[in-house]
Nanobody
Framework: QVQLVESGGGLVQPGGSLRLSCAAS????????VGWYRQAPEKERELVAH???????YYGDFVKGRVTISRDNAKNTVSLQMNSLKPEDTAVYYC???????????WGQGTQVTVSS
């Protein structure tokens, strides 16, 4: 069992930036993939970005060019730098991690991001 703790959410104006962090209770080398989903009210959950053990990354089309995912292996943390935020980025952002070998997925509790003037 892993604990994933998100931080960094909040209220930001359109065009602003936020940096979300996901801290794992175990080494992130235990995971094939660590990433972020988001879910807005009355909408489907959508994959924002993920980063693999080998450092390769994936970004949803709706955030490409505005978001960067990175990992700090020493701190067991994965971060999501979000720039040029739009009101439609408003959602709860969830960190997840897929265990190596089993593929079991752990989830964080979510952090609210609100983009509004």
């Amino acid at each position: 069992q892993v604990q994933l703790v998100e931080s960094g959410g909040g209220l930001v104006q359109p065009g602003g930036s936020l940096r979300l962090s996901c801290a794992a209770s175990v080494s992130i080398y235990n995971f094939d993939v660590v990433g972020w989903y988001r879910q807005a009210p009355e909408k489907e959950r959508e994959l924002v970005a993920h980063i693999s053990r080998d450092g390769s990354t994936y970004y949803g089309d709706f955030v490409k060019g505005r978001v960067t995912i990175s990992r700090d292996n020493a701190k067991n943390t994965v971060s999501l730098q979000m720039n040029s935020l739009k009101p439609e980025d408003t959602a709860v952002y969830y960190c997840y991690a897929d265990w190596r070998y089993t593929g079991n997925r752990g989830w964080g509790q979510g952090t609210q991001v609100t983009v509004s003037s």
